[in-house]
């Protein structure tokens, strides 16, 4: 296995809140294997991208969570969120339960750094989850990088930061 991201991950702290939020002060911080799970289990991922007078734009796109980095294909050049990440690269990647929160800041690549190893993983992934699409090169994904990965499921006593390097 090319990069074993997937095995390995962030450590996790508890997410910092305004005051008032955690009255009881009590904190489970979520294990990074459950979050990674959501990701390489989640259907939909909202991108958020801003344009170049920062007015924000939202759309669900799809994708593959693989290595701990998210891979897509298509739009890119042709679609508002496309023309927004060749000009500004950041992102944040929302998955769609509003209950079951996973948040991504990332950074948004042309290129991808995929082995064929890994391009089958993630074809894999396309299949299981979208039945009859997968992508046909690795040429034409892209991939999103994650800085910072945020969530929770128990508001506000498991909110957990996650930063990769």
Do not use: C
Not at 53 to 68: E, M, S, T, Y
Not at 124 to 145: C, H, T, V, W
């Amino acid at each position: 296995m090319g990069n074993n991201a997937s095995t390995t991950g962030p450590k996790g702290r508890p997410g910092r809140l305004p005051d008032g939020y955690n009255q009881r002060g009590e904190q489970r911080p979520l294990a990074w294997p459950d979050v990674r799970q959501r990701l390489e289990q989640a259907k939909h991922f909202w991108f958020s991208t801003a344009d170049a007078d920062g007015a924000p734009h939202a759309r669900p796109i799809w994708a593959a969570w693989v290595d701990n980095t998210l891979y897509a294909d298509g739009g890119v050049q042709v679609t508002r969120w496309g023309r927004d990440l060749l000009a500004n690269p950041r992102i944040q990647v929302h998955l769609e339960s509003a209950l079951d929160v996973v948040i991504v800041d990332g950074t948004f690549t042309l290129e991808n750094d995929l082995t064929a190893e890994a391009f089958g993983r993630v074809q894999a992934s396309y299949l299981e989850r979208y039945k009859d699409y997968q992508p046909e090169s690795a040429n034409g994904l892209f991939m999103i990088k994650p800085r910072q990965v945020l969530a929770w499921s128990q508001f506000p006593v498991d909110v957990t930061s996650f930063t990769f390097d």
